[in-house]
Nanobody, 126 residues
Framework: QVQLVESGGGLVQAGGSLRLSCAAS????????MGWFRQAPGKERELVAAISWSGGVTNYADSVKGRFTISRDSAKNTVYLQMNSLKPEDTAVYYCAADMAYVRIHVGLTSTLEYWGQGTQVTVAS
């Protein structure tokens, strides 16, 4: 059974940091592009960050550039999202996703992506 399991969410004060992890199991995801998305109440799911299968290409939403960093550890089949200088507007459920086509993650084609995790809540208090 293929699974993406997120962890690391929680409650943090504005200006603080969190590190999200997404552990993949059930298959080898080393050929897959991975991405982090988020969805706040009443809003559409949006791309936060994307990373190619090799880790050599990344993309970030303008709202998180310079504050968030996506990375992956192929040996552990895990992708990370380091979030620094968190703001209340970063509050959302964060999801990881995987797809063979990096471009679909890069442009945020949420309805087409092959695998999704269940999400982890991030709450940033002001």
């Amino acid at each position: 059974q293929v699974q993406l399991v997120e962890s690391g969410g929680g409650l943090v004060q504005a200006g603080g940091s969190l590190r999200l992890s997404c552990a993949a199991s059930g298959r080898d995801f080393n050929g897959y592009a991975m991405g982090w998305f988020r969805q706040a109440p009443g809003k559409e799911r949006e791309l936060v960050a994307a990373i190619s299968w090799s880790g050599g290409v990344t993309n970030y939403a303008d709202s998180v550039k310079g504050r968030f960093t996506i990375s992956r550890d192929s040996a552990k089949n895990t992708v990370y999202l380091q979030m620094n200088s968190l703001k209340p507007e970063d509050t959302a459920v964060y999801y990881c996703a995987a797809d063979m086509a990096y471009v679909r993650i890069h442009v945020g084609l949420t309805s087409t992506l092959e695998y999704w995790g269940q999400g982890t809540q991030v709450t940033v208090a002001s």
